[in-house]
């Protein structure tokens, strides 16, 4: 969904308490892009804390206006058989004013909004450095997972670049409990785009598979 109005540095509307109108028309902007790319899943972007304000002190006005936001939400996205998703985006690096900042925090949210078309984006990166426990965080939360997206921590690079976070186990686990959804790659390339894929065709290589994540043909 729209991010809203850049010169306020906004990030999103969906909890920013007296944005609600400007929330929907995004949203039904949203809806007809997606609509036209045939994408079935819909960002609701949370929004930040107001500048100035004490987090704790807006923390129930914004969850209040972010139930309220992500219920509509549903109900409009379920007409067009769409998903709307919640991204928590962590607030040590990337951006300390999201107001949805954790796994937990996105669960708790949904499941007081209690929409079954209302699912958690889970960015590994972002649940990493706010969390970690990854393991313990994608079985836990795994029934209400609608899109997964990947980057290494701290560079937020490819996944086989240096870092915390050790793919190949990832990966496995995300088969093991049946995932079958898109994996986004989420990372900014290191150098060039398609050389930094090379960790994608590894990936390929070590599940049997040829370039295009197809299998080989039997000899």
């Given amino acids: 969904s729209p991010s809203g109005d850049p010169g306020k540095a906004e990030m999103g509307l ?3 308490p007296g944005r609600q109108a400007a929330f929907r028309q995004g949203l ?12 079935p899943r819909i960002h609701l972007m949370a929004g930040r804390v107001p500048l100035g304000a004490d987090r704790a002190a807006v923390a129930g006005e914004m969850e209040t206006t972010f139930i309220e936001n992500l219920r509509y939400a549903a109900d409009l996205l379920a007409q067009e058989d769409m998903m709307g998703l919640v991204e928590p985006i962590n607030s040590r690096i990337t951006d300390p004013r999201y107001f949805l ?12 909004v209690g929409r079954p078309n209302l699912k ?33 921590v701290p560079g937020r690079h490819e996944p086989d670049s240096p870092g915390e976070l050790n793919f190949p186990y990832i990966f496995e686990l995300l ?45």
């Fill in 120 to 152: 958690l984006q889970l960015d590994l990166f972002h649940c990493q450095i706010m969390d970690g426990n990854l393991s313990g965080n994608l079985e836990t939360y795994f029934p209400l997972i609608g899109h997964i997206q990947i980057a290494q």
């Fill in 14 to 16: 969906a909890a920013v």
């Fill in 175 to 219: 088969e093991s409990l049946g995932y079958s959804g898109y994996v986004g790659c989420e990372y900014a390339p290191k150098g060039d785009t398609l050389e930094g894929l090379g960790w994608l065709h590894s990936y390929w290589e070590s599940r049997g598979l040829q370039r295009g994540g197809t299998s080989k043909a039997p000899e």
């Fill in 28 to 39: 039904a902007e949203a809806v007809r892009y997606g609509r036209a790319v045939r994408c």
């Fill in 101 to 112: 900042t954790t796994p937990h925090q996105a669960a708790a949210i949904l499941e007081k």
